[in-house]
């Protein structure tokens, strides 16, 4: 059984940072496509970054420079470092697994199999 738990989420001030982090648990973490989406409320979900197993990653033009995507395989965790926050930021953000290599429309969010139950950011 695969389970992603989101952690880190909060609020803070424009220009502020936050780090999440996602749990991961059940299957062969490193051969997975890994990603984080977000969804702010009336807006549809958008992928904001992934990592290959390869460790090669992806940004969202808009958080290009501000985030970070990195993993801990020793760890089966995946993280979202966030810096310079702005209210846009503001969202659910969920950790996202895809049960093989990154497909190529990773931030389409039916790539992936697996969801985390979301954790909130807010910026204000």
């Known amino acids: 059984h695969v389970q992603l738990v989101e952690s880190g989420g909060g609020s803070v001030q424009a220009g502020g940072s936050l780090r999440l982090s996602c749990a991961a648990s059940?299957?062969?973490?490193?051969?997975?496509?890994m990603g984080w989406f977000r969804q702010a409320p009336g807006k549809e979900r958008e992928g904001v970054a992934t990592?290959?197993?390869?460790?090669?990653?992806v940004y969202a033009d808009s958080v290009k420079g501000r985030f970070t995507i990195s993993k801990d395989n020793a760890k089966n965790t995946l993280y979202l470092q966030m810096n310079n926050l702005k209210p846009e930021d503001t969202a659910m953000y969920y950790c996202?697994?895809?049960?093989?290599?990154?497909?190529?429309?990773?931030?389409?969010?039916?790539?992936?199999?697996?969801w985390g139950q979301g954790t909130q950011v807010t910026v204000s």
């Open positions: 996202a697994a895809r049960a093989r290599g990154c497909s190529l429309f990773v931030f389409r969010p039916r790539e992936y199999d697996f």
């Open positions: 990592i290959a197993n390869s460790g090669s990653t």
């Open positions: 059940g299957y062969t973490y490193t051969t997975y496509c």
